[in-house]
């Protein structure tokens, strides 16, 4: 059932990301051909782009954990001969994972709540939907942080990291 779940997360997170960043591609072309070619730039292709990067990245950065790829995390991990110690060294750092995703969650919450009355200048959104990235990557991370977790600790399961 981990491993189903895992494979549907990661799949909804390739398929968001990517759409991200294709549109972000767009209207970066856009936003140069506006500036530069046209001597028109838009104010609203700046402030969607700076609230996509930020939703963007921590997504990102939440796949990262569920794929075991963080460069920080496989460089101890490589170093450490003993299995027991890498099995340790796994629990410790998806401990850690999950209490960053609990921080996340509930700064990220209070974060929303209070920024959703002000409006960005540009796109006219609640920054709320901005700071809702914190929350929302929070609870991705914890999800795999538990996935990986219960992975780790049952030896016996194929751990697989697709």
């Not at 997504?59 to 963080?70: D, F, N, Q, R």
């Not at 099995?87 to 960053?100: G, N, P």
């Not at 009355?117 to 709320?128: E, R, T």
Request: proline residues 4%.
């Amino acid at each position: 059932m981990n491993q189903a779940f895992r494979k549907y997360l990661n799949r909804t997170i390739e398929i968001i990301t990517t759409t991200l960043l294709m549109v972000m591609v767009v209207v970066t072309s856009w936003q140069v051909i506006s500036r530069y070619i046209l001597n028109n730039p838009s104010s609203v292709t700046d402030e969607f782009l700076r609230f996509s990067l930020i939703w963007f990245s921590l997504l990102a950065g939440a796949y990262v954990v569920g794929k075991k790829g963080h460069i920080a995390i496989t460089f101890l991990r490589d170093r450490v001969k003993s299995e027991s110690k890498k099995r340790w060294l796994e629990i410790t750092v998806q401990i850690s994972f999950i209490l960053l995703a609990i921080i996340m969650v509930t700064g990220g919450t209070k974060a929303v709540s209070l920024t959703m009355a002000q409006i960005s200048p540009s796109l006219h959104l609640p920054m709320g939907y901005v700071y809702l990235a914190l929350p929302v990557s929070g609870v991705i991370i914890l999800c795999y942080a538990v996935i990986n977790l219960l992975d780790t600790s049952n030896p016996t399961q194929p751990q697989e990291n697709s």
